[in-house]
């Protein structure tokens, strides 16, 4: 299977900096991207990554590791537009250049 | 700045009735997807069109399910036959040739009653 693992919800407080960690099946990777998607709305993009490091676009920076078969996406300076569901999605040679999502993390950011 | 559209922005439609969900792709995208939401689970991939053939398709894209660009702007995707399983956010998606960025349209909301 293409099972990609992430958290079902976190919380934090506006400012603060989060890691929303997910993991992937390594076999055929291709790629690795994090989408924001709003209650209601559809996603957006926010990175792509496909070799190992980290990628930096303002506030938020995603990571990957292939070998361990794990990225993160890290969000600095919370505010409350934040609140959404941050997505993990990857791509497979087994299915050419569809996109696999994990079921999302929800997070909410209070004050 | 361009945007992939969705029409209509909700649907209503009785089991068994066929429905036709239409998708504008940003005009210099040549990479076209069909996705869909089930309320409150993941985006789940249904099919990838290039060059006016499918690319790839997932389990859920079966014979009940069919994709046209009938002209030079519209992609669409039609459910011949719809079961109540149908319900669910559909969203259309384009990338160009040279990125991997998919851009995601509003998503067409199918209720089948």
């Known amino acids: 299977g293409q099972n990609i693992d992430q958290p079902t919800e976190m919380t934090a407080t506006e400012g603060a900096i989060v890691q929303i960690n997910c993991t992937y099946q390594?076999?055929?990777?291709?790629?690795l991207f994090w989408y924001q998607q709003h209650a209601g709305e559809a996603p957006t993009f926010l990175s792509y990554?496909?070799?190992?490091g980290l990628e930096e676009k303002g506030r938020f920076s995603s990571f990957l590791s292939r070998s361990k078969g794990y990225s993160y996406l890290l969000l600095k300076e919370l505010q409350m537009k934040d609140s959404a569901s941050y997505l993990c999605?990857?791509?497979?040679?087994?299915?050419?250049?569809?996109?696999?999502f994990g079921k999302g993390t929800t997070l909410s950011v209070s004050s | 700045e361009p945007e992939v559209t969705q029409t209509p922005s909700h649907q209503v439609t009785q089991m068994g009735q066929e429905v036709i969900l239409r998708c504008v792709p940003i005009?210099?995208?040549?990479?076209f997807y069909w996705y869909r939401q089930i309320l409150g689970q993941k985006v789940e991939f249904l099919v990838s069109?290039?060059?006016?053939?499918?690319?790839?398709k997932s389990e859920i894209f079966d014979d009940q399910f069919s994709v046209e660009r009938p002209d030079g702007s519209n992609f669409t995707l039609k459910i011949r036959s719809t079961k109540l399983e149908d319900s669910a956010m559909y969203f259309c998606?384009?990338?160009?040739?040279?990125?991997?960025?998919?851009?995601f349209g509003p998503g067409t909301r199918l209720t089948v009653t």
């Open positions: 999605a990857v791509r497979f040679y087994q299915a050419g250049t569809a996109l696999i």
């Open positions: 998606a384009s990338r160009r040739q040279s990125s991997y960025e998919q851009y």
């Open positions: 990554n496909v070799l190992d």
């Open positions: 005009s210099n995208h040549l990479y």
């Open positions: 390594t076999s055929g990777f291709n790629g």
């Open positions: 069109f290039y060059n006016n053939e499918i690319s790839e």
